[in-house]
């Protein structure tokens, strides 16, 4: 099985969960600024591994079927569990983070498995917000936290991603990212990864 990593759009999945897990490692470590700088990575494999997969010439469509199975793992994995695990550590595992980060999971777990099922809707957009929005979320509201102070900044985390994790699951339609968008995406995710990096280990 492990055969079907050798195309590159599901080589860069792979890519994208190993950044996972180091970002899993270090924000149980407490290390949350470098943390979100690794996580952000996983989010620029998730948007480059399906312009490469659409790019590929002659691509098998088993290892197109792997490669979507694949990729919904690596979703859930650092658009809902990473982001969970976060918010329990940045409210030092408080009995309301438990209640944020359970109703992320399962929002994340549920918007997965309608897209999984059903795709966008017939005008081509998402419906309710992608996971892919948490990370990049998390990161510019860590990258004002010296601005806002430490007790202002959690209460702002706790309250944007309850209000997230309802859109998750809400019927809204929300368009597809267009070429600039994905530009945009890519510039902020290299600039504040390379921000939150050099703040975590100064």
């Known amino acids: 099985m492990l055969r079907y990593l050798i195309d590159p759009a599901n080589a860069i999945t792979t890519a994208g969960l190993l950044c996972s897990s180091v970002s899993l ?14 996580a952000l990575w996983a989010v620029l ?3 480059l591994d399906g312009v490469v997969a659409g790019r590929t010439p002659n691509r098998h469509p088993d290892i197109a079927k792997m490669g979507r199975s694949l990729d919904g793992f690596g979703d859930i994995i650092y658009g809902a569990i990473l982001p969970a695990v976060l918010i329990l550590q940045l409210n030092k595992v408080s ?4 209640f944020v980060a359970t ?7 549920i918007r997965l498995s309608y897209f999984a099922n ?3 809707s017939e005008d081509g957009r998402f419906v ?5 929005y948490d990370i990049p979320l998390l990161a510019a ?9 430490p007790e202002l900044f959690v209460a702002v985390v706790n309250v944007v991603f309850a209000f997230l994790t309802i859109a998750h699951v809400a019927s809204v339609g929300v368009p597809s990212p267009n070429r600039i968008m994905y530009l945009a995406i890519t510039i ?4 504040a990864s390379a921000i939150l990096a050099l703040r975590g280990i100064s």
């Open 118 to 120: 059903f795709g966008k």
């Open 141 to 149: 509201l860590v990258l004002i936290q010296p601005f806002i102070g």
């Open 103 to 109: 109703a992320l999971l399962l929002a994340g777990a």
């Open 45 to 47: 494999a998730d948007h």
């Open 25 to 38: 490692y270090l924000a149980l470590n407490g290390q949350i600024e470098i943390a979100i700088a690794v």
């Open 188 to 191: 902020f995710a290299i600039g």
């Open 128 to 132: 309710g917000v992608p996971l892919s």
């Open 95 to 98: 009995l309301f983070s438990l």
